[in-house]
C-alpha cells in the first residue's frame, strides 16, 4: 500500500479500511483506505494512524464510487419508498429521475393520467404543479440515493394541450417552453421525450426542437426514448441527432436496442452511426442488461407475436405476473382481447437479441441504466438486478470488459455526460458516494419468475458521507439529496477511444 498521504486526519466519521480502490476512472485498482469526514472522501491511501467513528473493513472487496443509474422511472419512489431498497441495494447512490418524457412535476391531476404517464400512479401522485414544489418535497424529506431530473415532453404536453394526437400550437409550444425554463431554473437537469409513446406520438421534430431550445441557454442536455426503435430505428437516430444540433445541446439515447426479430442485429448499423455522430456533436447512450423490455400495454407490441409477461393490471390484478397467453387462454379470446381487457396495465416484452443486448454494452460509451418501474406489481427484474448483472454475469462471468471499465460505465462516464459535480469517482474531496462490493460473489438475484430480490455481493453503500446499506439490509438513514446540474458540460464531441 502507498504512504501514507498528507492529508490523513488523526480522526474521522468514517474509515473503509483494506479495500481495492476502483476510482471510477477506468484506472486500475489499488489498494488503499479511505476516510470520509462528512459529506466527503478526505484522504485515500495507508490509513493505519486515522482512526473512523465508523469503521468498514473492506479486506478482499472492491471499493468503487455509488452507481449512478442514468435511466429511472424513480419520481415517485423517491417519495413513497425513500429508503430506495431496489436501487442501493445494487450500490445505486444516485438516480437519474424523470426519463421517456414523463416526470411527475411539473403537473397537477385530477383524473388518471394516460398511459404512460400512469406507470408513476393514479392521479393521487400527480399533486406538482411546478417542479419547484416537487424539489421542496425531496429537500423536505430526502431519499436515501440523490436524485437530478429531467421534465418530461409528455408531461408538459399533458399539462397544455387539450387533445395529444395533434402537433402542438404556437401558444402551447410557449407555455411548454416557459414551463420548461422555470423548471430548469427551480433545479430540473434537462428534457426527456418519449416520443413513441402515443402522447408524444403527435409532435413533430420542430415541436421538440422549438422546446428543446430552451435548454441551451439554462445548461440542460436532451434525453430521448426514441419515435422507433424497430424497423426505423436509424431514422429515430438521424431525428434525435437533428434535435440536438438545431437546439444546440448533447443528446443521450434511451435505453438503446433494435426491437424485434426482423431488427436483430442492426445494433451493427445503429452503433456505427452513433460512432460517427460522436466526431461532430455530444452524443451519449445508455443500455440495460436484459433481453425483454418493459411498459405499459401496447398492443401495436403485442400483436408481434413475442412472449408476453403480465406486470400490472388495474382491472384484473390476479393477471400480473402470468403469462398473457395462458390468460387469454384461460378467457377463451386471443392476446389482444386479453391485452384490451387487462388495460391499464403494464407488460414484459421478450423482443430483443442477446448478441445486441453484448453489443450495446460492449460499446466503450454506453453508460448502464435500469429502466426500473417500481410501482409495477410484478417488476422486470431490472429494477432489483441491473449493475450486479452488469458486474457479476457480463463482466466478470462472460468477460465482455473488465471490473474497472464495468464501473467506469457506472459512475465516471455518466458524471461527465450528466455534468454532476464531485461524484462518479473516488479522490480526496469528492462526496462520499460509495460502494463495498466482492468482485468475486457479485450478482443478481432477481428473475422473470422472482423479480423482488435483492442481489448478492453488496456489502456498503454510502451516500453523501453516510451509510444507507450494509450487511443486507437498508440502515433507514435517508441523505440523499436533489442534485442540480454542475459546471461541468455534457459529453464532449470526440472520436473512438
Ligand atoms: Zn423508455
Avoid at 390476479?318 to 378467457?331: C, I, P, T
Avoid at 460499446?363 to 417488476?379: E, N, Q, V
Avoid at 455526460?417 to 458516494?433: N, P, T
Avoid at 458521507?465 to 438513514?477: C, H, I, P
Wanted: aromatic share 6%; proline share 7%; glycine share 10%.
Amino acid at each position: 500500500m502507498a504512504a501514507p498521504p498528507a492529508e490523513a486526519p488523526a480522526r474521522c466519521d468514517l474509515v473503509i479500511r483494506g479495500g481495492e480502490v476502483i476510482d471510477g476512472t477506468g484506472a486500475p485498482r489499488r489498494r488503499a483506505d479511505l476516510a470520509v469526514a462528512g459529506e466527503r472522501v478526505v484522504a485515500i491511501g495507508d490509513l493505519g494512524r486515522t482512526a473512523g467513528a465508523v469503521e468498514i473493513d473492506a479486506s478482499g472487496r472492491a471499493v468503487a464510487p455509488g452507481f449512478i443509474d442514468v435511466h429511472t422511472h424513480d419520481d415517485r419512489l423517491l417519495l413513497s419508498g425513500p429508503d430506495m431498497a431496489p436501487k442501493v441495494s445494487q450500490g445505486v447512490t444516485t438516480v437519474i429521475a424523470g426519463n421517456c418524457g414523463i416526470s411527475l412535476a411539473p403537473l397537477r391531476l385530477t383524473r388518471r393520467p394516460p398511459p404512460p404517464l400512469d406507470l408513476l400512479g393514479d392521479e393521487r401522485w400527480w399533486h406538482f404543479g411546478d417542479f419547484g414544489t416537487y424539489a421542496e418535497a425531496i429537500e423536505r424529506a430526502p431519499a436515501a440515493t440523490n436524485v437530478a431530473m429531467l421534465v418530461g415532453h409528455s408531461t408538459l404536453r399533458v399539462g397544455t394541450m387539450d387533445s395529444l394526437d395533434r402537433p402542438a400550437r404556437d401558444g402551447e409550444v410557449e407555455r411548454m417552453r416557459a414551463l420548461l425554463a422555470e423548471s430548469l431554473r427551480q433545479g430540473a437537469i434537462g428534457l426527456s421525450t418519449g416520443l413513441f409513446y402515443p402522447t408524444a406520438r403527435s409532435a413533430p421534430t420542430d415541436e421538440v426542437v422549438a422546446i428543446a431550445g430552451t435548454l441551451k441557454a439554462l445548461g440542460g442536455l436532451y434525453v430521448t426514448h426514441m419515435r422507433d426503435e424497430a424497423d426505423h430505428v436509424e431514422e429515430s437516430i438521424d431525428e434525435t441527432l437533428e434535435i440536438g444540433r438545431r437546439a444546440g445541446v448533447p443528446v443521450v439515447i434511451s435505453h438503446h436496442k433494435t426491437v424485434g426479430r426482423r431488427n436483430f442485429g442492426r445494433t451493427r448499423e445503429t452503433l456505427a452511426k452513433i460512432e460517427r455522430a460522436r466526431a461532430r456533436q455530444a452524443v451519449g447512450l445508455d443500455v440495460y442488461p436484459y433481453i425483454a423490455s418493459s411498459s405499459v400495454i401496447s398492443i401495436e407490441r403485442i400483436r408481434m407475436g413475442i412472449p408476453v409477461l403480465v406486470s400490472w393490471s388495474v382491472p384484473h390484478p390476479e393477471a400480473a405476473g402470468r403469462d398473457l397467453d395462458d390468460v387469454a387462454a384461460e378467457w377463451g379470446c386471443d392476446r389482444v382481447e386479453a391485452a384490451e381487457r387487462l388495460k391499464p396495465g403494464g407488460a414484459i416484452y421478450f423482443q430483443l437479441d442477446e448478441e445486441d443486448v453484448r453489443r450495446v454494452l460492449s460499446y466503450p460509451h454506453a453508460m448502464i441504466g435500469s429502466d426500473g418501474l417500481p410501482h409495477d406489481a410484478r417488476p422486470h427484474p431490472r429494477l432489483w438486478g441491473t449493475f450486479p448483472r452488469v458486474l457479476g454475469h457480463y463482466a466478470r462471468d462472460l468477460g465482455l470488459f473488465g471490473l474497472e471499465e464495468a464501473v467506469r460505465r457506472m459512475t465516471g462516464l455518466p458524471a461527465a455526460c450528466f455534468g454532476i459535480a464531485d461524484r462518479g469517482v473516488v479522490r480526496a474531496g469528492a462526496f462520499a458516494d460509495l460502494v463495498v462490493f466482492d468482485p468475486l460473489t457479485v450478482i443478481d438475484r432477481a428473475t422473470f419468475d422472482e423479480p423482488v430480490r435483492p442481489a448478492a455481493g453488496i456489502d456498503a453503500v454510502v451516500v453523501n458521507g453516510r451509510v444507507v446499506w450494509r450487511a443486507g439490509a437498508s440502515t433507514g438513514d435517508r441523505p440523499g439529496r436533489l442534485l442540480r446540474r454542475g459546471s461541468g458540460a455534457g459529453p464532449s464531441p470526440s472520436s473512438a477511444r
